[in-house]
């Protein structure tokens, strides 16, 4: 290794640019927990890079959220599926020409909305060089641990727990399928339909 492998094309040392992407991540988690309610996640990713072969690494997500006030089930709010973000990294086969595997640290906006998308920021060590990323993906959460408290007509998440699995392509570099299980909690709201209901 020599002086130049630490360095990208701007002469900055690129562990300072790895640190820099994880900075602006944790600050967007950090932005993304000021609400009345909070979602937090996190757990392995195992993916496929095509043309490339298998990837590994982990991803934890976060925002506020809330859930819906009035006299019908409590539905999650339209703007809690809109401030959903995410930090990970990702190890993979390195790119074609290159000798080793490509680690892949990145900070992502993923909102819902009848499907999900991602789009934010990576940073890759095979050329030490910032991309964007973006992507597709869906989940199939289930919630449970509600505490049942008489003085409240429906269970309240202080905290709730919540196991999801997602499925997704996203590209950066190159394309990737991949799979995320993750384990997480929900706090400081009505447990969301359909996991209950007024008419329970």
Known sequence: ??????????????????????????????LA???????????PVVGYVVGRGWSAGWEASGGPMSTSQGNGDPGVTF??????????????????????????SYAAWEPWFVL???????HSSADGEFRSIFGLWEAAPWIFG??????????????????????GWR????G???LSPKLGILNGMAMPYPYQSYAD
Request: aromatic share 8%.
């Open 146 to 167: 509600a505490p049942i408290r008489e003085s409240y007509p429906l269970k309240r998440c202080s905290p709730c727990y919540t196991v999801s699995l997602a499925v």
């Open 33 to 43: 927990g000021c609400g009345t309610g909070q979602q937090l996640a996190a757990g």
């Open 79 to 104: 703007p809690s599926v809109l401030t959903h973000f995410s930090v990970g990294m990702s190890w993979r086969p390195g790119p074609s020409g290159t000798i080793g595997s490509e680690r892949l």
């Open 1 to 30: 290794m020599t002086t130049d492998d630490l360095h990208d094309s701007t002469g900055r040392p690129r562990h300072m640019m790895a640190l820099g992407c994880a900075f602006c991540g944790s600050l967007l988690l950090a």
């Open 176 to 178: 990737e399928f991949y």
């Open 116 to 122: 999900g998308g991602t789009l934010g920021i990576a």
């Open 171 to 174: 590209w950066s570099g190159s």
